[in-house]
């Protein structure tokens, strides 16, 4: 299957978020055509412990946080979004282990920052380039307080749900959500729209 950018999706493979943006797992950036053909400049890795390749011309930012509900992740949207909107020479790779948390929440949050779209909105665009994302619920927490910080409101409505704990409404589909023993859920949500009113 190929996502709107004609890159193969899969669990194994880069996504194209913009025409510039690129989101994917650790083995994202070890595919040196693919860095090449998609003229990649910058890479953002978002893992503790995976090696960063080098290639001529292209630089290289460790965004160094786990993909645990307690990890800080919200302290490097900004200082992430402004590199990603700063690179202009080329094409931006940001990834983590599996590409279903960590490097979706940092896209997002870039896309929330200088594309100028809610929350809601951002997690529609990442997920119709990369269907399986699943952030855990500290990222979502995370990007619910940069929401806030941004636009004064939040577009997207946590579920309370019993021993499964908070839970992001988004979209019109079913989640199966995964808790941390291994159990699972499956949630029908809905997604809030906050319509612009121009200000």
Not at 15 to 22: A, M, N
Not at 72 to 85: M, T, W
Request: net charge positive; charged share 20%.
């Amino acid at each position: 299957m190929h996502n709107k950018g004609g890159v193969r999706v899969g669990l194994m493979s880069v996504s194209q978020v913009t025409p510039t943006l690129f989101l994917s797992g650790a083995d994202g950036p070890l595919n040196a055509a693919l860095v090449s053909q998609k003229r990649i400049t910058l890479i953002v890795n978002a893992t503790l412990s995976h090696a960063s390749p080098t290639y001529p011309g292209v630089e290289c930012v460790r965004v160094p946080v786990s993909d645990l509900p307690s990890a800080r992740l919200g302290d490097h949207f900004d200082r992430v979004a402004e590199r990603i909107h700063c690179n202009r020479a080329g094409g931006t790779l940001v990834h983590c282990a599996a590409g279903m948390s960590r490097s979706p929440a940092l896209v997002m949050a870039y896309l929330m920052r200088y594309r100028g779209v809610t929350l809601c909105q951002a997690h529609r665009w990442v997920q119709e380039s990369r269907p399986y994302v699943r952030l855990n619920a500290g990222f979502w927490d995370q990007l619910l307080q940069y929401e806030r910080r941004l636009y004064g409101r939040n577009t997207v409505r946590v579920l309370k749900s019993g021993r499964f704990g908070s839970v992001p409404a988004v979209d019109l589909y079913i989640l199966k959500h995964v808790n941390y023993t291994g159990r699972r859920l499956d949630l029908i949500l809905s997604c809030r729209l906050v319509h612009s009113t121009g200000q």
